[in-house]
């Protein structure tokens, strides 16, 4: 485990509901200090009593606290944290909260910066996997508009999932 601050191993959890306990759980089976934080909804919330800390981000609205990546280094400085696990969604997804963690001095618990960017985009995410040998799901290897997809559809089998993704046509 990479700690960039000195001492023990303490992860803050940037995140809240489900998520959040389970993190904690695992964490308190492997004797690691937790931090939670929370908006002022959630302020009597499960993670919040669970975590060995606990400090406040900002109003009910997850826009103004669960998304302030400030609030959320804020809240690791002064509880004292090494490590920050983004949980799921809100955060967990966004190259610049990875950077931001790791600029601040921080482990960010989860994959790089570039990793996040580059799987962000379901299209290179896919073309990535097969490049690389992975079983996919049979599909077009680069965004296709209707025409195109209904042209695949017999090709690739019935039922036929259609996943969105951002696509600029030429």
Known sequence: MTRTRAGKPK???????????????TCREMGIPTVAVYSDADHDALHVEMADES??????????????????LEAAQ???????????????ERAHFAQAVEEAGFTFVGPSPAAIEQMGD???ARRMADAAGMPIVPGTRDPVD??????????????LLVKASFWRNP
Not at 78 to 92: C, E, M, N
Not at 146 to 159: D, F
Request: hydrophobic share 45%.
């Open 11 to 25: 992860l803050l959890v940037a995140n809240r509901g489900e998520i959040a306990v389970r993190i904690m759980r």
């Open 55 to 72: 400090y406040r981000i900002g109003p009910p609205l997850a826009s103004d606290s669960y998304l302030s990546i400030g609030a959320i």
């Open 78 to 92: 002064k509880g004292r944290a090494t490590l920050i696990h983004p949980g799921y969604g809100f955060l967990a």
């Open 122 to 124: 379901k299209a290179a």
């Open 146 to 159: 209707v025409a195109h997809a209904k042209k695949q559809a017999p090709r690739i089998g019935y039922p």
